[in-house]
């Protein structure tokens, strides 16, 4: 059975950073491109970023170019995200997505909370 | 960027009765491979988005028959045959043609009449 399991959210002061991470298992990690999607509770799911299954290409929404880095550590079957500079608009449950043939499996979520 | 717009916004339906939610893109949504990767998800209240439907009309393993995709170029849509209360929550396109980025539609909530 595919799991993903989001961990790493909490509450950041703007300007703060933190660090996502995603348990994958019951696949084989490495094959399969994975993606971080964000939704504000209450509103619709936005695209953050993408990383092949090698890790060496990655992708990202304008809206976090150049302060969120995508990674994995296939070793460890885990995808992270490493989000810095947060803002307030970076506020939302973050989601952690198998792409197979489009989104398949997503995790439960993890919630950000960027306030002061 | 493609724009997904999805009608309409709110569904409401009468249990037993069919339900249809459009999708339309701002551009074709046909891959180089000739592949269409325009995808379909629901989100029950309270859980995680899950997918029903990709490459246009392929049903995901467990999802009832009653959900179909069709559509094809930039028009898509979800018909469900006949909702069952369970069918509540938002509905959502994506598509992962023209990326990045991959782009969602706003979201159409069915609701019961």
């Known amino acids: 059975e595919v799991q993903l399991v989001e961990s790493g959210g909490g509450l950041v002061q703007p300007g703060g950073s933190l660090r996502l991470s995603c348990e994958a298992s019951?696949?084989?990690?490495?094959?399969?491109?994975m993606h971080w999607v964000r939704q504000v509770p209450g509103k619709g799911l936005v695209w953050v970023s993408e990383?092949?299954?090698?890790?060496?290409?990655?992708n990202y929404a304008d809206s976090v170019k150049g302060r969120f880095t995508i990674s994995r550590d296939n070793a460890k079957n885990t995808l992270y995200l490493q989000m810095n500079s947060l803002t307030v608009e970076d506020t939302g449950i973050y989601f952690c997505?198998?792409?197979?043939?489009?989104?398949?499996?997503w995790g439960q979520g993890t919630l950000v909370t960027v306030s002061s | 960027d493609v724009v997904l717009t999805q009608s309409p916004l709110s569904l409401p339906v009468t249990l037993g009765q069919p339900a249809s939610i459009s999708c339309r893109s701002s551009?074709?949504?046909?891959?180089?491979?000739?592949?269409?990767?325009l995808t379909w998800i629901q989100q029950r209240p309270g859980q995680s988005p899950r997918r029903l439907i990709y490459?246009?009309?392929n049903r995901e393993s467990g999802v009832p028959d009653r959900f179909s995709g069709s559509g094809s170029g930039t028009d898509f849509t979800l018909k469900i045959s006949r909702v069952e209360a369970d069918d509540i929550g938002v509905y959502y396109c994506m598509q992962g043609t023209h990326w990045p980025p991959f782009t969602f539609g706003q979201g159409t909530k069915l609701e019961i009449k």
């Open positions: 490459k246009v009309s």
């Open positions: 019951g696949f084989t990690f490495s094959r399969y491109w």
């Open positions: 551009q074709g949504l046909v891959y180089s491979d000739g592949n269409t990767y």
């Open positions: 990383i092949h299954g090698d890790g060496r290409n990655t």
């Open positions: 997505v198998r792409d197979s043939a489009g989104v398949d499996y």
